[in-house]
């Protein structure tokens, strides 16, 4: 493998000490005043920087606030900031409880939760019940964008739109609560788009998370750090292609990559990485009937490495359902390097022309799926 040594064992380890989440009491702190006591309200311009700020690096916001909740959020909506918070708990109940609620819709660790408030009681009822959130005060609002535990090492292209893609989610979600239909004709109704393009610099770094941080839904386990997948780019025998999602509702963003190695007689697909967040959307089925009918259309037949662990048997199970089964002899990867890993499997399938999926339009290289 090019690019200084190869790949490593993927791991879903995530360093704990980037917040994910900055939680906002509102009335003298986002903004300067008391909503109730129908003060002048005014956000400062340090603030608003540090809300966008916080947003263009991925770090979601939401609101902990004790107030009237349509009032509260319409005067945000007339300040021009609704638009960066998800999930706000505007109501009367304790701020630790909605700081956990908050935490628990997004299904992040406290440790990866901050809370900001003015007043010193709020702030110590939060880190009496919740010791892990880290609580500053209101004063602190304007120096948070050069705190180390507020600045990403990669803002990758999904992290720019994070919010938006939650929020997506968010919407999905609901749809889904209210269908009663069958859910073949739900995923029909998402309109999905799944986009199918070769990786630019752009992508690399987002490709990179994703085979670090995917195990459930990674056919090898293996990380291709930015090195490898960018040496690859350059090779001509090589195709490292990145997946992205939409729908009517948002972007999924990018959900998954592929490393695939062209000799004569077969394609030889070394790497198939998708999110979870997308398994029920049947993207990695979906890939590989694409792949299939493209490698049809190329009369070379697919073999495919799947190296079998504790999570990814959900991996070999969407291969067997692709029709990717043990080699039977035609010899087609000859040429193929041994792999130096015993424990990588070698699934091979001779391919067929595949009509398009019902559920979503692909758009690839070189075909238009409709």
Known sequence: ????????????TESMTTVKCLVWDLDDTLWQGILLEHDELAVSSAVREVVTGLDSRGILQSIASRNEPDQAWARLEELGLAE????????????????????????????????????PAE???????????????????????????FTTPVVTVDARRRREMYQAGFRRDEARTKHSGPDQ???????????????????????????????????TGVHYPDSVLRALLTDPAHEVLALTL??????????????????????????????????????????????????????????????????????????????????????????????????VERLHLVPRRLSPPSTMTILGPKVRWT
Not at 1 to 12: K, Q
Request: glycine share 8%.
């Open 1 to 12: 493998m090019a690019g200084g040594g190869g790949p490593a064992p993927a791991t879903e």
């Open 246 to 343: 939409t729908d009517r509702f948002g972007p999924h963003g990018a959900v998954g990559v592929v490393v695939l190695q062209r000799y004569p007689a077969c394609w030889h697909l070394k790497l198939l990485a998708t999110s979870c967040r997308v398994v029920n959307f049947g993207v990695g089925a979906t890939l590989l009937r694409w792949l299939t009918d493209r490698a049809a259309a190329a009369s070379v037949h697919l073999v495919a490495d799947l190296r079998r662990t504790d999570r990814n048997r959900i991996m070999e199970i969407t291969y067997r359902f692709a029709g990717f089964a043990t080699p039977d002899g035609c010899g087609c990867g000859a040429a193929l390097p041994a792999t130096a890993d015993s424990s």
């Open 84 to 119: 960066y918070f998800v999930l706000p708990q505007i109501g009367w109940g304790r701020k630790s409880d909605a700081v956990r609620a908050i935490a628990e819709q997004l299904n992040f660790a406290h440790q990866t939760m901050a809370f900001i408030d003015d007043q």
């Open 123 to 149: 702030r110590a009822e939060v880190a009496f019940h919740l010791p892990q959130v880290r609580c500053y005060p209101a004063e602190q609002a304007a120096d948070l964008l050069g705190r180390p535990e």
């Open 185 to 219: 004709d739900f995923l029909c109704s998402l309109q999905m788009v799944l986009r199918i393009s070769r990786a630019g610099d752009d992508e690399l770094s987002r490709l990179d998370e994703l085979t670090l941080r995917t195990s459930q839904m990674n056919a």
